[in-house]
């Protein structure tokens, strides 16, 4: 682990962060034409949807961890957002904040 530590301690959201990018799992389905990534060993996870980034995140409950994401029809997401092509990212807070505008997703 990273040994990061503020004035009130070592930062877990980051060193969080850190593991789970070392530990994605990633898969595109062409014929669901979906996106999906995980963060870390599978755990119970709440599915909100994302309207600022159109996409699926996967929140652990109680920590409100962020695990996972999924985006469907990426294809149509892929050109929206990234209209000159090459490679993508997605900027994740490691926690999810709770209230907002966030959407269970059906």
Same mark, same amino acid.
């Given at each position: ?5 503020? !004035?009130?301690?070592?930062? &877990?959201?980051? #060193?969080?962060?850190?593991? %789970?990018? =070392? #530990? =994605?799992?990633?898969? &595109?389905?062409?014929?669901? !034409? ?14 909100? &949807?994302?309207? #600022? ?21 990426? $294809?149509?997401?892929?050109? $929206? %957002? &990234? ?7 997605? !900027? ?10 966030? =959407?269970?997703?059906?």
């Amino acid at each position: 682990m990273a040994d990061d530590t503020r !004035d009130d301690g070592p930062d &877990y959201a980051e #060193e969080n962060a850190l593991r %789970n990018a =070392s #530990e =994605s799992l990633h898969n &595109y389905d062409p014929a669901a !034409d979906t996106f999906t990534a995980l963060f870390g060993a599978p755990v119970p996870a709440a599915t909100i &949807y994302d309207e #600022e980034r159109e996409i699926l995140v996967r929140v652990e409950p109680q920590s409100r961890a962020v695990v996972g994401f999924t985006i469907p029809n990426f $294809k149509a997401w892929y050109a $929206k %957002n &990234y209209p000159g092509g090459g490679e993508w990212e997605l !900027d994740l807070p490691p926690i999810w904040p709770a209230g907002g505008n966030e =959407s269970p997703a059906e």
